[in-house]
């Protein structure tokens, strides 16, 4: 069965600093990868996805994940966070019918 | 573009009543799922369906029932509420390899 783990809680950062939201999943199949964004009394809206093909991709609001299939990984990245970025972030792993959500990694940004 | 719509937005119930969360989708997704959302557990997949007659349990099923009569619906039972069973409930919707569509949630407290 798939499970995903979130390897950080919570993660402060200063305001234009990088930062990197960490992702390792389990799965006994090709899965497909998602991270999702939830800000507060929102609900989840989708950052980015991994279907197949490049292992970096691309997402909205200047983040982008890299897949790496050997370390089954999936980690979220931004070069430069803003204090709009302040949010709750989700990774998720798709297999067959089933998605699985990790527990979030809350991200506050700091000016 | 109404997307997955969720009833109701909040809702209370005393201990052993029963109620019934209500989940539609105007995308002819075949792929519907519930989950309930706890601080620091993340999103935990209750039931899902790959199409009108097939549900199966996710990873916390007990206390829920749910049915898919139609593509579009989708709900979700609570048996006899329980104060455990206090949650914010997301109905999501998709079809392989896509994104998840969430509805706004419910906010469910059990007294």
């Known amino acids: ?111 | 573009n109404a997307g997955v719509t969720q009833t109701p937005k909040f809702q209370v119930l005393k201990t052993g009543q029963s109620m019934t969360l209500q989940c539609a989708q105007d995308m002819n997704h075949e792929y519907m799922s519930w989950y309930r959302q706890d601080p620091g557990m993340g999103l935990r997949l209750i039931h899902y369906s790959v199409g009108a007659g097939i549900t199966d349990q996710g990873e916390v099923p007990n206390g829920y029932n749910v049915s898919r009569s139609t593509t579009e619906d989708f709900p979700l039972r609570l048996l006899s509420a329980a104060p455990s069973q206090t949650s914010v409930y997301f109905c999501a919707s998709s079809y392989l390899g896509g994104e998840a569509f969430f509805g706004q949630g419910t906010r469910l407290t059990v007294v």
């Open chain 1, 1 to 111: 069965a798939q499970s995903v783990t979130q390897l950080d809680s919570q993660v402060p950062v200063f305001e234009e600093a990088p930062v990197e939201l960490r992702c390792n999943y389990s799965s006994s199949v090709s899965v497909y990868l998602f991270w999702y964004v939830q800000y507060p009394n929102q609900g989840l809206q989708l950052l980015l996805k991994y279907l197949s093909g490049s292992t970096l991709v691309k997402g909205i609001n200047g983040f982008e994940a890299e897949f790496n299939k050997s370390q089954t990984s999936f980690h979220l990245r931004k070069p430069s966070v803003h204090i709009s970025d302040t949010a709750e972030y989700f990774c998720a792993v798709s297999e067959s019918f089933k998605t699985i959500f990790g527990a979030g990694t809350r991200l506050f940004v700091k000016a």
